[in-house]
């Protein structure tokens, strides 16, 4: 199987490839970014370089690639570079374009977007506040207690995110309008990322890991099970019109000990290569039932543990071929 992997100059289509590396797949994979020395080309068959996806050429560049290299599969990790799959997803003949769908990634990509999703579907979300109305400190403060989150309407990681506990931390925020204000829920232990795969055969697979972070990326995961967090997550996915993976990050209230939901991310994860350590395997599984049109829920086979992430280094051979 050949398969396409987008953007592997960044760490979610990084650990795209290295589960399918790990994976019982049979596949051949050739990586592609706009860098020429992107590290996920050390994991690759064969390797090329993309324009960007908001480029003319992109397109044109992809159904090349396609064609002249018979690929069957096209997958990324890369938010741009799937909303443009997702617009095109019907003119790639036979081969498969496995990306989230266009509505969910527009919803769940904006965090305000995202708070009215869970209030329409009545699942506890954390207060949220659109700076765009022109708030003051005290209002906020007063709707919200203090200290407060700001995060970016869109962005990525924790990238723009400020814990706002003064009246001059907030006023040092350019660009208000881009921005919500939301309640500070539990604390940096109590976060959880989970994983789900609904899959097109009718099944849920859900796996719930206790997380640490590090600039914005998961360096510690470990697999618990709680069956309050599990119902929760699994009311988001029942709520939720898709067939592809997707992570629900959240924390424990400190007060209720409820989960509360306060992201998700409609695309495979950083932590993909972890799951697929851990047995939940739902890279593979979704690759495998959408090109064999098979079930394949006996591949998540789910076992306890704990993962850490640690800085490594990463060989371009000089032999790997260049498309």
């Known amino acids: 199987m050949k398969i396409l992997i987008l953007g592997v100059g960044g760490n979610v289509s990084i650990g795209i490839v290295r589960a399918i590396r790990q994976s019982a797949l049979d596949a051949y994979i050739i990586g592609a970014c706009v860098s020429k020395n992107a590290p996920g080309f050390a994991f690759c068959d064969a390797i090329a370089q993309s324009p960007y996806a908001d480029s003319d050429q992109f397109l044109p560049w992809l159904e090349n690639m396609i064609e002249k290299n018979n690929i069957e599969v096209v997958l990324s990790g890369v938010e741009e570079i799937n909303a443009v799959l997702a617009r095109n997803k019907n003119h790639n003949g036979e081969c498969k374009y496995l990306v989230p769908e266009l509505e969910n990634q527009n919803i769940f990509k904006n965090k305000l977007h995202t708070v009215e999703w869970l209030a329409k579907h009545s699942i506890d979300h954390p207060k949220t506040?659109?700076?765009?109305?022109?708030?003051?400190?005290?209002?906020?403060?007063?709707?919200?207690?203090?200290?407060?989150?700001?995060?970016?309407?869109?962005?990525?990681?924790?990238?723009?995110?400020?814990?706002?506990?003064?009246?001059?931390?907030?006023?040092?925020?350019?660009?208000?309008?881009?921005?919500?204000?939301?309640?500070?829920?539990?604390?940096?232990?109590?976060?959880?990322?989970?994983?789900?795969?609904?899959?097109?055969?009718?099944?849920?697979?859900?796996?719930?890991?206790?997380?640490?972070?590090?600039?914005?990326?998961?360096?510690?995961?470990?697999?618990?099970?709680?069956?309050?967090?599990?119902?929760?997550?699994?009311?988001?996915?029942?709520?939720?019109?898709?067939?592809?993976?997707?992570?629900v990050q959240l924390r424990l209230c400190k007060f209720s000990k409820r989960p509360v939901c306060f992201e998700i991310n409609m695309r495979l994860s950083g932590t993909t290569p972890m799951r697929h350590k851990f047995g939940f395997k739902d890279c593979q599984v979704w690759i495998k039932e959408s090109i064999l049109n098979k079930n394949y829920q006996s591949d998540f086979t789910v076992q306890p543990g704990t993962l850490v992430r640690y800085e490594s280094e990463a060989f371009l051979p000089p032999e790997t071929p260049m498309l």
């Open 129 to 247: 506040l659109d700076l765009q109305k022109g708030l003051n400190f005290q209002q906020i403060v007063n709707l919200l207690k203090s200290p407060f989150i700001v995060k970016p309407k869109e962005g990525k990681g924790s990238q723009g995110i400020s814990v706002i506990d003064t009246e001059r931390e907030y006023e040092k925020i350019n660009c208000k309008e881009d921005y919500v204000a939301q309640e500070l829920i539990g604390d940096a232990d109590s976060e959880y990322t989970c994983g789900v795969y609904k899959s097109k055969f009718g099944y849920t697979e859900i796996l719930i890991m206790r997380r640490q972070l590090s600039k914005g990326s998961t360096n510690m995961a470990q697999v618990v099970s709680d069956h309050n967090i599990f119902s929760y997550v699994k009311r988001v996915a029942d709520c939720l019109d898709t067939t592809s993976p997707f992570n």
